[in-house]
C-alpha cells in the first residue's frame, strides 16, 4: 500500500526510521524499478547545521517548505543527484536522505543504466540509487503521494540500527548526531557504521 500524506507530515527524524524496510518505487517510460529501503538520514532544519535548510529559505530549498511527502533533489559534486522525501507540516523545513536501496524491481532496467552486473553495486550509493532509479533534477517537487514516484509498505520485519551521518563533517556538533538509520544486517548500505 502506497503511504498517505499522513506518514510524511511528521518529524523528519520519525519519518526516516520509519522508511527503513519500506519500498521506493519509479513509474517511468522505461518501466518500472523499485528497491527496499536499507539506508536513510535525517536533516532537521533549523536545528541542524548539516541540513540545507539550516540557514533559511532559498529556491533550492522551497520544496522543503511544503507540507511532506515531495521530492527535494540536488546535485552534489556537479555529477551526483541526491533524492530526499520532504518531512513535517507547511514551513517546517526537514527532509530525508534516501542513502541506499536493496534493489527488488526493474533490476535489468537498472543494470543498464548504472552499466553494471552486480546488484550489489546498484543503489549502495545516494547518488547511484537515483541512476539505477532514473531519478532526474526534473522529478524536484514530484508529490510522492502521486503514481510516477512513490513509497509502499512493506511485510518486512526491520531491525534498525542509528549512526552518524556521512560527509558532515562541516556541521560541527551536528556532525555527530546520530540521524543516519539502516536495515541491520543489510549487504547494501552505502557505508559501514562507524
Not at 42 to 58: I, L, N, P
Not at 59 to 69: H, L, M, N, P, V
Request: proline share 3%.
Amino acid at each position: 500500500m502506497k503511504l498517505d500524506r499522513d506518514f510524511y507530515v511528521r518529524d523528519g527524524l520519525t519519518v526516516a526510521r520509519e522508511l527503513i524496510g519500506k519500498k521506493l518505487i519509479h513509474r517511468s517510460a522505461e518501466g518500472m524499478t523499485g528497491g527496499l529501503i536499507v539506508e536513510a538520514e535525517a536533516y532537521m532544519g533549523a536545528v541542524d547545521a548539516a541540513a540545507h535548510s539550516f540557514k533559511g529559505r532559498t529556491k533550492r530549498t522551497e520544496i522543503q517548505y511544503a507540507d511532506g511527502g515531495r521530492a527535494y533533489i540536488y546535485m552534489i559534486y556537479g555529477m551526483h543527484i541526491c533524492f530526499n522525501v520532504t518531512a513535517n507540516v507547511v514551513d517546517v523545513p526537514e527532509a530525508v536522505l534516501i542513502r541506499a536501496l536493496e534493489p527488488t524491481d526493474g533490476i535489468e532496467l537498472m543494470m543498464r543504466r548504472r552499466n553494471k552486473k552486480s546488484p550489489w553495486e546498484l543503489c549502495n550509493g545516494p547518488g547511484k540509487l537515483t541512476q539505477a532509479m532514473g531519478i532526474t533534477i526534473a522529478h524536484y517537487g514530484v508529490d510522492l503521494c502521486g503514481d510516477e514516484i512513490f513509497i509502499e509498505t512493506t511485510d518486512r520485519a526491520v531491525e534498525i540500527d542509528s549512526a552518524r551521518r556521512v560527509n558532515v563533517d562541516y556541521a560541527g556538533a551536528a556532525a555527530d548526531f546520530p540521524w543516519r538509520f539502516l536495515l541491520r544486517g543489510s549487504d547494501f548500505i552505502s557505508a559501514p557504521i562507524h
